[in-house]
């Protein structure tokens, strides 16, 4: 590569080499039960891996200065499962659905740089390196029975998430050995629990219009730890109004939505 600078008079020759290796393995699997009751039951698993790999080598010849070789190394190591399931059975006048999710994800991360130059004068260098955890656990239950013309239902809703994150950052000293040096705010965790319930009703009215409606609530506490650390509650409520009419005109349907949601944290 050829570097210039805003003359266009050129300041430095280097060859680059650049190598990425990646790995992605990947298993799942599910299974289904249905009982002679009607009960249903569903089971779905599944496990990642990642490994990677980069390799940025460089030699630099400036045209005034001295030559160097920079040595710029990143590589990830990273893991993740998810478990889910539901069942769903008669109970009393109604069905209940029963669902559960659990998941997390682990990354490992680092970077090393290190300038080697052309007269032998002490290389540079820098390396960081850090943990990223997610977690996810959902508990879930929707019970819906016939009632006033249509059918109700209600649904409850509980979710945990977090995410903590650790890191370091290192300087190479004058005898070849990284140390540790410091580095403000490079650990924290969030966690999160959110509560949701919501009770809604549709029917079929008059000239084959639809109603849907739905209204509830949801509150949630997020914690943060580490330095400055603060711990808010937010509630709020949420639901929907929905419509729908399908005319014997050309296959024309027409809808009406309305809807107010709670916005949520993505981790």
Not at 205 to 223: C, K, P
Request: proline residues 4%; aromatic residues 8%.
């Amino acid at each position: 590569g050829v570097i210039t600078d805003a003359a266009g008079d050129v300041t430095d020759l280097r060859d680059v080499r650049i190598k990425f290796n990646g790995e992605f393995p990947r298993l799942s699997g599910s299974l289904k039960w249905t009982g002679d009751s009607g009960t249903i039951a569903n089971l779905n698993v599944q496990y990642s891996h990642s490994k990677t790999d980069s390799i940025n080598d460089e030699d630099r010849n400036p045209v005034i200065g001295i030559g160097s070789f920079r040595d710029f190394d990143n590589n990830g190591r990273g893991s993740g499962y998810e478990i889910g399931g539901d069942i769903e059975f008669g109970l009393g006048p109604g069905k209940l659905k029963i669902i559960g999710l659990d998941r997390n994800d682990t990354d490992d991360f680092g970077q090393l740089a290190r300038v080697i130059f052309d007269d032998d004068s002490p290389t540079t260098g820098s390396q960081f390196v850090g943990t990223a955890e997610t977690s996810e656990s959902i508990a879930r239950g929707e019970y819906r029975w016939d009632r006033w013309g249509g059918n109700l239902e209600v649904d409850l809703e509980a979710a945990y998430n977090e995410l903590e994150q650790t890191s370091e950052l290192l300087s190479l000293d004058p005898v070849g050995r990284f140390a540790a040096i410091p580095l403000p705010n490079s650990s924290g965790r969030v966690h999160e629990d959110r509560y949701e319930i919501i009770l809604s009703y549709g029917r079929t009215l008059a000239g084959g219009l639809t109603l849907r409606a739905a209204a509830g609530t949801e509150n949630s506490t997020l914690e943060q730890t580490g330095p400055g650390g603060l711990t808010r509650e937010f509630w709020g409520p949420k639901g929907s109004l929905s419509l729908a009419w399908p005319t014997t005109r050309n296959g024309l349907n027409v809808s009406l939505n309305l809807e107010r949601r709670v916005g949520q944290l993505d981790f």
